[in-house]
Protein backbone atom coordinates (compact mmCIF):
# COMPACT_ATOMS: atom_id res chain seq x y z
CA UNK A 1 0.00 0.00 0.00
CA UNK A 2 1.22 3.10 -1.12
CA UNK A 3 0.77 6.47 0.82
CA UNK A 4 1.29 9.49 -0.62
CA UNK A 5 1.75 12.89 1.64
CA UNK A 6 2.30 16.23 0.94
CA UNK A 7 5.52 18.35 0.81
CA UNK A 8 4.13 20.50 3.52
CA UNK A 9 3.46 17.30 6.10
CA UNK A 10 6.57 15.98 5.39
CA UNK A 11 8.45 19.33 5.64
CA UNK A 12 6.40 20.04 9.00
CA UNK A 13 7.31 16.72 10.35
CA UNK A 14 11.14 16.69 9.29
CA UNK A 15 11.17 20.12 11.27
CA UNK A 16 9.32 18.34 14.16
CA UNK A 17 11.74 15.67 14.40
CA UNK A 18 14.61 17.80 13.91
CA UNK A 19 13.39 19.76 16.72
CA UNK A 20 13.06 16.88 19.10
CA UNK A 21 15.97 15.28 18.17
CA UNK A 22 18.15 18.57 18.74
CA UNK A 23 16.58 19.55 22.35
CA UNK A 24 16.08 16.14 23.74
CA UNK A 25 17.22 16.24 27.48
CA UNK A 26 18.59 12.92 28.27
CA UNK A 27 19.32 11.94 32.50
CA UNK A 28 16.14 14.04 33.12
CA UNK A 29 13.01 12.03 34.76
CA UNK A 30 10.16 13.14 32.77
CA UNK A 31 7.59 10.13 31.47
CA UNK A 32 7.56 9.74 27.57
CA UNK A 33 5.28 11.69 25.50
CA UNK A 34 3.32 12.87 22.75
CA UNK A 35 2.72 15.96 21.15
CA UNK A 36 -0.14 17.14 18.78
CA UNK A 37 0.40 20.65 16.57
CA UNK A 38 -2.91 19.81 14.65
CA UNK A 39 -6.33 19.14 15.57
CA UNK A 40 -7.23 15.09 14.19
CA UNK A 41 -10.95 14.30 14.10
CA UNK A 42 -11.49 12.59 17.37
CA UNK A 43 -13.94 9.82 15.97
CA UNK A 44 -11.71 8.50 13.20
CA UNK A 45 -11.11 5.39 14.19
CA UNK A 46 -6.78 4.24 14.24
CA UNK A 47 -5.83 7.84 13.94
CA UNK A 48 -2.64 9.21 15.45
CA UNK A 49 -2.68 12.96 16.60
CA UNK A 50 0.94 13.08 16.91
CA UNK A 51 2.88 15.24 15.20
CA UNK A 52 5.69 15.01 17.40
CA UNK A 53 6.95 13.09 19.97
CA UNK A 54 9.29 13.89 22.51
CA UNK A 55 10.64 10.92 24.54
CA UNK A 56 13.69 10.87 27.26
CA UNK A 57 15.47 8.48 29.55
CA UNK A 58 16.77 5.68 27.48
CA UNK A 59 19.30 4.72 25.24
CA UNK A 60 19.34 6.72 21.47
CA UNK A 61 18.19 3.45 20.22
CA UNK A 62 15.09 2.90 22.43
CA UNK A 63 13.92 6.90 22.07
CA UNK A 64 13.99 7.00 18.53
CA UNK A 65 12.07 3.63 18.16
CA UNK A 66 9.79 4.72 20.89
CA UNK A 67 9.24 8.44 19.45
CA UNK A 68 8.32 6.34 15.76
CA UNK A 69 5.84 4.20 17.59
CA UNK A 70 4.22 7.21 19.25
CA UNK A 71 3.93 9.11 16.08
CA UNK A 72 2.24 5.98 14.45
CA UNK A 73 5.26 3.29 13.60
CA UNK A 74 7.38 3.58 10.61
CA UNK A 75 4.70 1.93 8.31
CA UNK A 76 3.08 5.00 8.94
CA UNK A 77 5.74 6.83 6.56
CA UNK A 78 7.20 4.16 4.60
CA UNK A 79 5.61 1.58 2.25
CA UNK A 80 6.71 -1.54 0.83
CA UNK A 81 9.11 -0.85 -2.02
CA UNK A 82 9.52 2.99 -1.48
CA UNK A 83 13.21 4.23 -1.48
CA UNK A 84 13.75 6.11 1.85
CA UNK A 85 16.34 9.03 2.51
CA UNK A 86 17.39 10.29 5.67
CA UNK A 87 19.16 13.39 5.57
CA UNK A 88 20.84 13.65 8.94
CA UNK A 89 23.38 16.46 10.19
CA UNK A 90 26.66 15.77 9.14
CA UNK A 91 27.89 19.16 8.93
CA UNK A 92 30.69 19.39 10.91
CA UNK A 93 33.84 17.15 11.46
CA UNK A 94 33.04 16.35 15.05
CA UNK A 95 32.90 13.16 17.34
CA UNK A 96 29.20 11.73 17.97
CA UNK A 97 30.56 12.96 21.99
CA UNK A 98 30.38 16.47 20.95
CA UNK A 99 27.23 16.40 19.89
CA UNK A 100 27.53 18.63 16.96
CA UNK A 101 26.06 16.30 14.64
CA UNK A 102 23.15 13.47 14.08
CA UNK A 103 23.52 10.74 16.72
CA UNK A 104 24.64 7.37 14.80
CA UNK A 105 22.45 5.37 16.85
CA UNK A 106 19.47 7.20 15.59
CA UNK A 107 20.12 7.09 12.39
CA UNK A 108 20.83 3.36 12.64
CA UNK A 109 17.77 3.10 14.49
CA UNK A 110 15.69 4.88 11.67
CA UNK A 111 17.19 2.67 9.19
CA UNK A 112 15.91 -0.52 10.53
CA UNK A 113 12.80 0.70 10.43
CA UNK A 114 12.55 1.74 7.57
CA UNK A 115 13.47 -1.67 5.80
CA UNK A 116 11.42 -3.57 8.21
CA UNK A 117 9.04 -1.54 7.13
CA UNK A 118 9.23 -2.47 3.79
CA UNK A 119 11.64 0.15 2.41
CA UNK A 120 13.10 -1.32 -0.97
CA UNK A 121 16.55 0.79 -0.38
CA UNK A 122 17.64 3.45 2.47
CA UNK A 123 20.01 6.36 1.19
CA UNK A 124 22.03 8.55 3.86
CA UNK A 125 23.59 11.32 2.50
CA UNK A 126 24.06 15.52 3.77
CA UNK A 127 26.27 18.65 2.12
CA UNK A 128 28.73 19.06 4.85
CA UNK A 129 30.41 22.23 5.75
CA UNK A 130 33.79 21.11 6.28
CA UNK A 131 35.40 18.09 4.42
CA UNK A 132 32.82 15.67 3.79
CA UNK A 133 34.93 12.20 3.63
CA UNK A 134 36.04 13.88 7.27
CA UNK A 135 32.61 14.29 8.13
CA UNK A 136 31.03 11.12 7.27
CA UNK A 137 33.74 9.28 9.68
CA UNK A 138 34.43 10.66 12.50
CA UNK A 139 30.98 11.37 12.95
CA UNK A 140 30.04 7.63 13.26
CA UNK A 141 27.19 8.13 10.78
CA UNK A 142 28.54 6.77 7.68
CA UNK A 143 29.84 3.40 9.86
CA UNK A 144 26.42 3.24 11.72
CA UNK A 145 24.09 3.90 8.39
CA UNK A 146 26.26 0.93 6.77
CA UNK A 147 26.05 -1.36 8.98
CA UNK A 148 21.84 -1.25 9.30
CA UNK A 149 22.26 -1.53 5.79
CA UNK A 150 22.02 1.82 4.54
CA UNK A 151 23.45 3.24 0.95
CA UNK A 152 25.96 6.35 2.35
CA UNK A 153 26.58 8.78 -0.22
CA UNK A 154 28.96 11.85 -0.31
CA UNK A 155 27.66 14.68 -2.58
CA UNK A 156 29.04 15.04 -5.67
CA UNK A 157 29.89 18.94 -6.26
CA UNK A 158 30.13 18.42 -9.69
CA UNK A 159 26.27 17.85 -9.76
CA UNK A 160 25.15 19.97 -6.78
Excluded at 51 to 58: E, F, K, P, S
Amino acid sequence: MSRKISRRTFCKTALYTGLFLTTGQAGSNHPAWAYSATAVPKNKPGSNPADLAVVQNGTPEQMTGKAIELLGGMAKYVAKGDVVVIKPNIGFDRRPELACTTNPEVISTLVKLALNAGAKKVKVFDRPCDQPRFCYQHSGIEAAARRAGAQVSLIDETRF
